[in-house]
């Protein structure tokens, strides 16, 4: 690899508010932004947009490597490697830790391909850190190579984690500005095999672990090559956050996801760097400038994935549909690291993430990963983003969010956050510009959760809270006997029971009533209650993947469910569909849960449940190896 210059390291560090597994409304914001200007960043010599650095010494130092060959991009390979400097954790810590990165790095895998580099893996020294003298006459033999040594020089970092020596590329100095001869500073390491990224998992509680109580996790990159792709990079876990009744699983996956997508080339830092690699029948270009204000001063990138997806989303053709970027905080003119809130509520690449089971993996991210020409991208692999889908071109704009919508809400209240998982209450932030949305509630927001139910509630609004249930907008009380209560309570969010029919089509059911269709868009009345139930529209039995947390998925229901829908071409329904994501294990479990299923219902009438976990990864406390098979195929190791 050749020798590196110096720029800025960039940092991302994701600031999260305790995530208590009853805390659904808890928030996780990043301020990447904020601390990336501190740090500094290795480039390999000939990277795009480098200042004047070394030129590598001559390759007959280096061993013999095949020229590449033109290869189809294969499924980026991310090594993990625990330092030495990490603290020694406890084998449910690590256990914790494990499962999570695992889970991170195994999706991260599966979305993104790169065009494997021969050999293994060798990060760049820093020339500015071993070097004490350059040549610099450009008319020398051995300009911008060092000239002399710097004696204090030890090691190299990325954060807080000292680089082996193994990992890294040798160093040599040349003591005549046009003489060959040279001397060896630091001999080439050993490399990493088969990997393309490699990530420094630095477990520690780190002063700004202490600093900031609400920080999770941390990251930085700190190495590309010469294409300018990121190659390197530390993730800082705070090892209290892994203990306790703090942990969530879920928001750590989102959390390393987060922090991985900035790392690999979701960062403003990297936008001037961003290639285009349309072209068949020549090299990638530079894309050059990638973001422009839009009509209303609004920061977007405008790159081709990027402006079809959005696009897409928005149902509308209009040009100037680039990615919106976060305009908080960021002076005019400036961009963020970050989707703009008000447009992509619930993306994994927005300022703020919400509850684990509301934010997504969207198309828009994906387009702009690939539109960075470092990535193909498996953009069928997106999750649905409900925010804003079919609303339009202005939609999310400040003159438009306080008209009436299924997303924002005006004034206070409570309702149902636009998924339609949890009851909300309407809220704004700092990211929303004034703009209101429902929010989670803080504790028993969520309708499939069925310890939430109370028994008052199921009586008097006729509330269901379980898997299957769903929030709908609704003032539903029941019928007093007595008739002295006649008026209906105010419209708020209530938990009712739903089944689907079709797509868009839906039943529902709520406490003591039969199933009664509820028409999208419409509202009902229910038999032994007084008031009305909202039905929405393009919310329910539309997104098959919409589901509530995998840990939740208890048992399978004996009728059509959103979660088992599945559109084909010919418009018929599928039942019964599996996510893409399960293993092996977890489809035969499903297959044998159908069956019990059928067999419970014509003999016993009992419900048949199997538990299902995504991404499970086999254990075996005998051997550690065979506890991370994943090591192997996707190129994850927790080397130490």
């Known amino acids: ?60 130092r280096r061993r013999n490597i095949a020229p590449p060959t033109p290869a189809s991009p294969q499924p980026i390979r991310i090594q993990t490697w625990i330092p030495k400097e990490s603290s020694s ?11 999570a990165v695992e889970e991170a790095v195994n999706m991260v895998s599966s979305l993104l391909s790169v065009e494997r580099a021969p050999g293994p893996l060798l990060l760049s020294r820093d020339i500015n850190k071993y070097c004490k003298f350059l040549w610099r ?66 477990i520690q509680a780190t002063d700004k672990c202490r600093a900031e109580p609400n920080v999770l996790a941390y990251a930085v990159h700190c190495q590309t090559d010469t294409s300018g792709r990121p190659v390197a990079g530390v993730a800082v876990i705070c090892r209290d956050r892994l203990t306790g009744a703090a942990y969530s699983h879920q928001a750590t996956v989102q959390t390393v996801i987060h922090e991985l997508f900035h790392t690999l080339g979701f960062s403003k830092e990297l936008l001037r760097t961003w290639r285009d690699c349309s072209s068949t029948s020549q090299a990638c270009s530079p894309r050059g400038k990638v973001t422009h204000s839009d009509g209303f ?79 193909t991208v498996d953009l069928s692999r997106a999750q649905s983003l409900v925010w804003g889908d079919g609303e339009g071109a202005t939609f999310g704009s400040l003159s438009t969010c306080q008209n009436k919508s299924s997303f924002f809400c005006t004034g206070s209240g409570f309702g149902c956050h636009h998924l339609h998982l949890h009851k909300g209450e309407c809220q704004t932030d700092q990211h929303l510009d004034g703009c209101r949305v429902f929010k989670p509630l803080k504790n028993g927001s969520e309708c499939w959760k069925e310890g939430n139910s109370r028994r008052s509630a199921e009586e008097e609004s006729g509330e269901i809270f379980g898997f299957h249930s769903r929030c709908f907008f609704s003032n539903l009380t029941r019928q007093n006997r007595s008739e002295f209560f006649l008026d209906s309570g105010s419209v708020e969010g209530r938990c009712f029971r739903h089944r689907c029919t079709g797509h868009n089509r839906y039943q529902i059911q709520v406490f003591g009533s039969d199933w009664v269709d509820c028409p999208a868009g419409g509202a009902i009345q ?11 529209d393009r ?54 849960a159908v069956c019990l299923l059928a067999a419970a219902v ?29 090591c192997y195929t996707t190129g994850a190791n927790f080397g130490i």
């Open 297 to 375: 001063g609004q920061m977007r990138i405008y790159t081709p994935s990027v402006i079809s997806a959005l696009q897409t989303h928005l149902a509308s053709a209009d040009p100037e549909l680039g990615g919106p970027l976060e305009n908080q905080d960021v002076r005019p003119g400036r961009v963020s690291s970050h989707w703009e809130s008000r447009v992509l509520q619930g993306s994994i690449m927005a300022a703020v993430l919400g509850d684990s089971s509301t934010v997504r993996i969207d198309p828009v991210t994906l387009a702009a990963l690939q539109d960075t020409g470092w990535y």
């Open 137 to 202: 006459n450009s008319s020398t033999a051995n300009y911008n190579r060092c000239g002399r040594a710097n004696n204090s020089y030890r090691s190299e970092t990325c954060l807080d984690v000292t680089i082996p020596d193994d990992h890294l590329a040798g160093c040599d100095i040349y003591t005549e500005a046009d003489s060959p001869r040279r001397t060896e500073l630091r001999p080439d390491g050993a490399g990493l095999q088969d990997t393309d990224f490699l990530l420094y998992l630095h």
């Open 602 to 630: 014509v003999t016993f009438r009992k419900r048949c449940s199997c538990r299902i976990r995504v991404h499970s990864a086999p254990e075996d406390h005998a051997d550690p190896e065979r506890r991370l098979p994943w």
């Open 539 to 592: 919310k329910l039995c539309v997104y098959a993947d919409v589901t509530p947390p995998s840990e939740y998925i208890s048992s399978f229901p004996a009728s059509i469910t959103s979660e088992s829908l599945t559109s084909v071409p010919n418009g018929t329904w599928w039942t019964l569909r599996p996510p893409a994501e399960l293993s092996a294990a977890s489809a035969l479990c499903v297959t044998a």
């Open 1 to 60: 690899m050749a020798s590196p210059s110096s720029q800025r390291l960039w940092v991302g560090m994701l600031v999260v508010t305790v995530v208590m597994t009853n805390l659904p409304g808890a928030m996780q914001k990043c301020i990447f932004d904020e601390v990336q200007v501190q740090n500094r960043v290795v480039r390999a010599a000939g990277s795009p947009h480098t200042e004047p650095g070394p030129r590598r010494a001559s390759p007959q």
């Open 526 to 536: 229910i038999k032994g209650y007084q008031g009305l139930v909202h039905c929405p």
């Open 89 to 99: 954790l406890s084998e449910a810590e690590r256990e914790r830790m494990e499962a």
